[in-house]
T-cell receptor, first 112, second 115 residues
Framework: DQQVKQNSPSLSVQEGRISILNCDYTNSMFDYFLWYKKYPAEGPTFLISISSIKDKNEDGRFTVFLNKSAKHLSLHIVPSQPGDSAVYFCAASRTLNEKLTFGTGTRLTIIP | KAGVTQTPRYLIKTRGQQVTLSCSPISGHRSVSWYQQTPGQGLQFLFEYFSETQRNKGNFPGRFSGRQFSNSRSEMNVSTLELGDSAVYLC??????????????FGPGTRLTVT
């Protein structure tokens, strides 16, 4: 049972445009959501997070939006840069001390 | 600070054999989690250790086991290897303190191929 879903396995975006990566979850008990970025042959690196008490969190070019009623979160990257080409994983957990449940990832390709 | 290190980086084993993977967390981190990454399944949680105790466990058979030492280093063992165990095994460490507790720092992974 995939509790965190990333339905788009891949996404291509022109350099300078906005990249929007989506993530849906089924477990209404999830309270913490994170995005990780992964380059080939490297481990995922933490990008940005949001807790359920917020609906938006910004960090530079990266913004995460959370819609709890729709059980949906999205990651916006503006403007997109070639170095943003990577696989992006969303993850969720119920509490600070519980395991993270990851989605299957979306491969983002930024076209110069 | 040095990052999370994993050894070996690549490994080829035969069905039926066993394998032990090692992970050294970031200095001061007391939580170590293990994940299996496969193309179709993404990252699947195996288990988490904190202060030498297993705190969380995923839905993997008993052939997958782990342990953590007093210096927070962790090992993962897979016995009676099957072809389906071929994957990248990722280790992540976390300080487990405060609101950044769930921000895990990943190592580069060990790519295990079972033939």
């Amino acid at each position: 049972d995939q509790q965190v879903k990333q339905n788009s396995p891949s996404l291509s975006v022109q350099e300078g445009r906005i990249s929007i990566l989506n993530c849906d979850y089924t477990n209404s008990m999830f309270d913490y959501f994170l995005w990780y970025k992964k380059y080939p042959a490297e481990g995922p690196t933490f990008l940005i997070s949001i807790s359920s008490i917020k609906d938006k969190n910004e960090d530079g070019r990266f913004t995460v939006f959370l819609n709890k009623s729709a059980k949906h979160l999205s990651l916006h990257i503006v403007p997109s840069q070639p170095g943003d080409s990577a696989v992006y994983f969303c993850a969720a957990s119920r509490t600070l001390n519980e395991k993270l449940t990851f989605g299957t990832g979306t491969r983002l390709t930024i076209i110069p | 600070k040095a990052g999370v290190t994993q050894t070996p980086r690549y490994l080829i084993k035969t069905r039926g054999q066993q394998v032990t993977l090692s992970c050294s967390p970031i200095s001061g981190h007391r939580s170590v989690s293990w994940y299996q990454q496969t193309p179709g399944q993404g990252l699947q949680f195996l288990f988490e250790y904190f202060s030498e105790t297993q705190r969380n466990k995923g839905n993997f058979p008993g052939r997958f086991s782990g342990r953590q030492f007093s210096n927070s280093r962790s090992e993962m063992n897979v016995s009676t290897l099957e072809l389906g165990d071929s994957a990248v095994y990722l280790c992540a460490s976390s300080p487990r303190i405060g609101t950044s507790a769930y921000e895990q720092y990943f190592g580069p992974g060990t790519r295990l191929t079972v033939t």
